[in-house]
């Protein structure tokens, strides 16, 4: 039942990248791309996306707990900090050099796209780094040291 | 990166869509009591499979989530849809590309779903910041890209 649950979730997910238009790395690069021709469909996506999420996560919230764990487990953490931002930098990055973020790149993958079959890899290889070096002593800072 | 494609304004589909992305994301929360984060979701995953300093436990409905993103477009095309897509053909470019994806989301602890869609409707400052850093971060990279290296 969980599996199948989550397998759903993450189906709708995917359809709505698909029906969005954000599955198509190109929509998402016109969107970044400012000085040419704008596309500002991925705002729309963002907010639909915002809006029902803030009102559905109100609701759930409301039940106490979810259904089928014993807590809710939310970030509790409002630091910014070097890894945050370092983080988020390095993602616009690579965001607007091939216009996938993790999930398009997930529905990308049976299109089997050659672009996309090295993206992957890559992308796994990276988050795999990447969360290992969140703890890096040179990413964490120390108070201010002159 | 790539062919420069243009794609027309679609405000009524990308609404519906985004809509859709969010209710997802209130399943997860609503079920499982998690962020919908597809950066998080797929470190948790990968936990199956590589050593990870912090993985998750119940990695059954993780995997399964990302089962269900690589069914939709086979799913849709097998009901008659056209999924279209455009994907630079610029290899190195796009190892380059997953490759900051990667470390910049796992470093940063979410990407466009967690930081963008979730991070955002909890009204979380940090993931606030992480918004505007990676939308700054992507339109200056596309503006170099287009306008001053002339594409690649």
Known sequence: ?146 | MGPIVETDFTPWASLAGGALIGLSAVMVMALFGKIAGIAGITNGALGAVLPMGVAPRDRGWRLAFILGLIAAPLLYQLFGGTVVQTVSGNLPGMALAGLLVGVGTGLGSGCTSGHGVCGLARLSPRSLAAVLTFMAAGFLTVFVIRHVLGGI
Request: overall charge positive.
């Open chain 1, 1 to 146: 039942m969980r599996n199948l649950l989550g397998f759903l979730s993450g189906l709708i997910f995917g359809l709505g990248l698909i029906v969005s238009g954000m599955a198509n790395p190109a929509k998402v690069l016109n969107f970044l791309d400012l000085a040419g021709h704008w596309d500002p469909s991925l705002g729309f996506v963002m907010g639909g996306a915002v809006v029902v999420t803030f009102l559905g996560y109100r609701l759930a919230w409301q039940q106490g707990a979810p259904i089928l764990a014993p807590d809710f487990d939310v970030p509790t953490s409002s630091r910014i900090d070097r890894p945050l931002i370092l983080g988020a930098a390095l993602f616009g990055l690579g965001w607007g050099i091939g216009g996938f973020c993790p999930g398009p790149a997930w529905t990308a993958l049976p299109l089997l796209s050659p672009g996309i079959l090295t993206f992957l890899p890559m992308m796994l290889l990276g988050l795999w780094l990447g969360a290992g070096g969140r703890n890096l002593p040179l990413l964490i800072s120390k108070g201010v040291r002159k």
